[in-house]
């Protein structure tokens, strides 16, 4: 069966939602979270099409649509979309957790409902075009675009320090965004002046009617890196992360760290390499540091947080740098397990950030120190938590490990030092997520935890599917690896086209190719 | 002069028959009778925009001995300050009845620094260019001081007519010496003396004093410092024309001058430009930051965003030119609208502008302040507004011409100005206000404003009809 125009489907349907809610002035703000939560969960439906009807045997672009956009003389901008093995599940993951993040939220925002759902919906549709767009412009204006009902979701229903945290996005990403647009037009002009089609720039690559000097493709990888550096987020962009997130209300959490890191280490993999191999090559041991020193500084400062929200944060950051270090390993094994661990990441993050806002809900407070003993009061709640732990530790078993387990073994077939130095960032993340569950469903009962309860039905049903996610995911992945795998070979066959990794990463001095000042004229 | 060339002027004759008009009308009207003013001053800017459609399709011609010229420049040009004019005489009436200066000299001035502005676009010789500047110049230091009884209104009047008064005396200077070294004031001429083998050396300094001379006009660095207590001290409509109308009228004038008479000198020229385009957005925007009065703050923001249009300029190319009308097309709507809304809530002798004041402002007026919205996102450049669309184009063409250092510099001025912009944002709908006060606008202003918002969206999800009008209209540039 063949959807036309599946992908816009997905991609508008709640944007069009959203326009409905703020079109009906009367609606009660239960019609409204009702019309909101069924219009993303048409959305998921619909992504659903895309995971059946996969053809797991090709590594071209699938569901693929381009319509002419802004058309000139010259050229024009299309409006190209498509997805392939490395978009698929992060489409499918998008419209999974909207849902849920709608629904975790059900309660808790009783102020500006209507405005509060419509962010989340354009945030979505936000989301979606990132990981569908093959045209640079309208990859970028996707971009662009998801930051701002990010913004206003966490400057309006965030925290204390909302304020600042929202700004603070904001012009962390915008540095990076911006950077990218230039470099966008500069490959534009490269590459001819006539397209800005992904697929036709690196169609025109691999023929070789277009061709980099090493110094252009140096600071054009840049260009976009730091874009994607900053979002997913690298340290040491990393920041902005801590604050966005610990401000941000439950929903806006869970898409930031579930979806929106993803859309970084997804740059890369997507625009990066392809488009700049040669450069990826030659920096990919530089940025494998920085990823390493990511995961242990992650892990590090995670384990002195006392707020619950800010531990989980920073666990992100060391995630994020483990993904990172996969993809830089240009190995089959890391980059499918980078691949497979953002989908992984997405759901446990966006879990542990669903089951802190429920404790926040009762609570208002996020303090591990406030707790304690809760798992006498709330044994259903402890029990989620503790998979969902689990799964964040990477547990075999669960969907953690076959991400973690394959970036392991793509990183020592690189460099044992980086090797062995990710697989202690894990112990450690072990050590710290254990300790935060200990300190909260044991230990002494702390009495103002007496009349928690355990959570309603409406908690449970948002739980259940991410945990039943889990446990397929990491009992059976094969129909997720399975459809990523020829991607990832047309990704490698790529990189590997501008020369071979070699054997072992060493960290060299790289001479950078021309200097900053050369660039003005 | 034949009568044929008579009908190309046909416009401006209505501008002025209106002036003049408006001036006889208001000693006999009552103030009941206000309204007929405004009437007569919209309506003659409505007959000129007719009028003008009559000449589109003619194909460029001289006319005057040379010394005006109707093309799609000059056409585009002088559609733009027409629609400039009637908004601000629109935006201006409920303010100036509120402030008391509901009079009719008001929209007469406006009529006829409207006529300033259009020669400065048409003129093809430095005589009927400066004669267009002194125009536009006398009646906006008139309409500056506007508000003879108020000490800040007269300080911006003052103020811009003392430096005024220097920079076009330096323009002349420059004039003077082009003539020197050319021997003839027409730009034709102008560039035969420069391409006839060896550039005379008068005309370098003649082009330097030429560009103080504009670079005032248009409030470029270094020569910006009269612009931020000009802006803030003016009534807020007259500060809402001259951030629009006044800059794009010296930008015309300095595309002409630079591209029809001293393309010799374009390396000189790209140079310096290049230089004052990164000052222009770099001192624009740092100062943009501190700024707590919402007027002065979008003072600093004109200034940063005239170096924006600069970087096209310094491109010196087809597209870098297009892009410059595109953007003046987005830049007037969304300035317009902002600078609409701060009228609007300003209250009571022009005060509440400061940025306590819009605290809140989504829930005492969410529609007021959802337009506001839009234009501050025009004015960053997000995408889907005019504005990401116009500086994509600029930038882009930057980038093309080879300087992607310029770009670069750009779009890190840009992140600088997402700060100030977004920080309205901030106040507007993330923070509390202080009493719950509803405020209420003009329908006129509303109607402008939601066509503001309609425009924005257009013009970023669908610019191609309006560039290829832009592209068509330089055409005539050469």
């Known amino acids: 069966m063949d959807v036309p125009f599946i992908l816009s489907w997905i991609t508008y349907l709640p944007a069009a939602v959203a326009l409905v809610l703020l079109a009906l002035p009367r609606a009660s703000n239960r019609t409204l979270r009702w019309i909101a939560l069924s219009g993303s969960l048409a959305a998921f439906l619909l992504s659903l099409h895309l995971g059946f009807h996969f053809d797991a045997s090709s590594s071209r672009m699938q569901f693929e649509e381009s319509v002419s956009w802004i058309r000139f003389p010259a050229f024009e901008i299309r409006h190209h979309l498509g997805v392939d093995g490395i978009s698929l599940f992060l489409v499918m993951l998008t419209t999974f957790l909207t849902p849920l993040a709608l629904l975790s939220s059900w309660k808790s925002v009783t102020m500006r409902v209507r405005p509060f759902l419509a962010c989340v919906l354009l945030l979505e549709t936000g989301m979606t075009g990132v990981f569908c767009a093959l045209d640079l412009v309208l990859f970028y204006v996707f971009w662009e675009v998801m930051l701002i009902p990010m913004y206003f979701l966490i400057g309006i229903w965030g925290g204390e320090r909302r304020l600042y945290a929202a700004i603070k996005f904001i012009l962390y990403t915008m540095a990076g965004s911006l950077l990218m647009l230039v470099g966008i037009l500069y490959l534009f002009f490269a590459a001819g002046g006539d397209t800005f089609s992904l697929v036709e720039i690196v169609a025109r690559l691999e023929r070789g009617a277009l061709a980099w000097s090493s110094r252009e493709e140096f600071w054009l990888f840049l260009a976009f890196g730091l874009a994607f550096a900053i979002k997913i987020p690298l340290f040491p962009f990393h920041t902005w992360l801590p604050d966005a997130h610990v401000e941000a209300p439950t929903a806006g959490s869970v898409i930031l760290a579930g979806v929106l890191l993803k859309m970084g280490t997804y740059g890369l993999v997507r625009f990066c390499l392809p488009l700049f191999p040669g450069a990826a090559l030659a920096l990919a041991p530089w940025i494998s540091v920085l990823a390493v020193v990511g995961i242990l500084y992650g892990a590090l400062v995670a384990m002195v947080q006392p707020d619950m929200k800010k531990l989980v944060a920073y666990s992100s950051v060391s995630h994020m740098g483990l993904v990172v270090l996969g993809i830089f390993t240009f190995t089959p094994h890391g980059m499918t397990g980078a691949l497979i661990q953002m989908v992984n990441h997405g759901l446990s993050t966006g879990a542990l950030f669903l089951l802190v806002g429920m404790l926040y809900d009762r609570r208002h407070t996020r303090r591990i120190a406030d707790f304690g003993g809760v798992a006498h009061t709330s044994p259903v709640f402890a029990a989620a938590f503790l998979v969902v732990t689990l799964a964040a530790i990477a547990l075999p078993g669960l969907n953690g490990f076959v991400g973690e387990i394959l970036i392991l073994a793509g990183s020592f077939a690189r460099n044992k030092v980086f090797g062995t130095l990710a697989a202690l960032g894990m112990i450690l993340g072990a050590v710290y997520m254990l300790r935060m569950y200990q300190r909260i469903f044991w230990g002494p009962k702390n009495p103002a935890n007496a009349g928690l309860g355990d959570i309603g039905t409406r908690e449970r049903i948002l739980l259940l599917p991410i945990v039943g996610l889990m446990l397929w995911i990491g009992v059976y992945s094969a129909p997720f690896l399975r459809r990523m795998d020829a991607s990832v070979a047309g990704i490698l066959e790529r990189v590997e086209s501008a020369g071979t990794p070699g054997g072992s990463y060493r960290v060299q001095f790289i001479d950078p190719p021309g200097t900053p000042g050369e660039e003005t004229k | ?478």
């Open chain 2, 1 to 478: 002069m034949n009568p044929d060339e008579l009908f190309l002027l046909v416009p401006q004759s209505i501008l002025l028959g209106a002036a003049v008009l408006l001036m006889l009308m208001e000693p006999f009207s009552r103030q009941a009778g206000r309204r007929r003013l405004r009437m007569v001053a919209v309506a003659a800017v409505a007959v000129a925009a007719y009028a003008l459609r009559l000449q589109w399709g003619l194909g460029p011609r001289s006319i005057g001995g040379g010394m005006i010229r109707v093309d799609g420049f000059s056409l585009f040009f002088q559609w733009l300050f027409l629609v400039i004019t009637g908004l601000s005489a629109v935006l201006a009436a409920d303010f100036n009845q509120r402030e008391g200066i509901d009079r009719g000299e008001y929209y007469a001035l406006l009529l006829t620094a409207c006529s300033g502005m259009s020669l400065m676009a048409m003129s093809a010789d430095l005589i009927l260019t400066f004669i267009g500047i002194e125009i536009l110049s006398l009646s906006t230091y008139i309409l500056a001081g506007f508000k003879r009884r108020d000490i800040a209104s007269g300080e911006s009047s003052l103020k811009y007519f003392l430096l005024g008064s220097f920079a076009t005396a330096i323009l002349l200077y420059g004039i003077a010496l082009v003539y020197g070294a050319a021997g003839s004031t027409q730009y034709q001429a102008i560039r035969a003396a420069a391409a006839a083998g060896e550039v005379p050396a008068l005309l370098l300094p003649g082009l330097g004093l030429l560009l103080v001379g504009l670079g005032f006009k248009i409030g470029l660095v270094p020569f910006h410092s009269w612009i931020p207590d000009v802006y803030q001290g003016a009534p807020s409509p007259v500060t809402a024309f001259m951030s629009v109308g006044p800059k794009a009228a010296a930008i015309a004038a300095l595309l002409r001058l630079l591209v029809e008479a001293l393309p010799g000198l374009a390396p000189d020229w790209t140079r310096l430009l290049w230089l004052m385009a990164v000052l222009t957005m770099t001192l624009g925007n740092a100062a943009a930051l501190v700024q707590s009065n919402v007027k002065r703050m979008l003072a600093y923001s004109a200034i940063a965003q005239a170096g924006y249009i600069l970087v096209g300029v310094v491109a010196n190319t087809r597209e870098g030119f297009t892009a410059i009308l595109f953007y003046l097309v987005v830049y007037t709507v969304m300035n317009l609208m902002a600078f609409g809304v701060v009228l609007s809530l300003s209250g009571p002798g022009d005060r509440r502008v400061h940025l306590e004041d819009y605290a809140g402002l989504a829930r005492r007026a969410p529609f007021v302040a959802a337009a506001l919205g839009v234009a501050l996102l025009a004015l960053a450049g997000i995408p889907l507004t005019g504005g990401f669309m116009g500086k994509f184009f600029l930038f882009g063409s930057a980038v093309k011409a080879g300087f992607v250092g310029l770009a670069v510099i750009a779009v890190l001025n840009s992140v600088l100005s997402v700060y100030y912009y977004f920080r309205l944002l901030v106040y507007m709908y993330m923070k509390d206000a202080p009493q719950g006060g509803a405020e209420s606008i003009s329908r006129p202003v509303g109607a402008i404003l939601a066509i503001g918002v309609f425009l924005i969206l257009w013009l970023g999800v669908g610019p191609d009809r309006f560039l290829a009008l832009a592209g068509h209209s330089i055409l005539g540039l050469k």
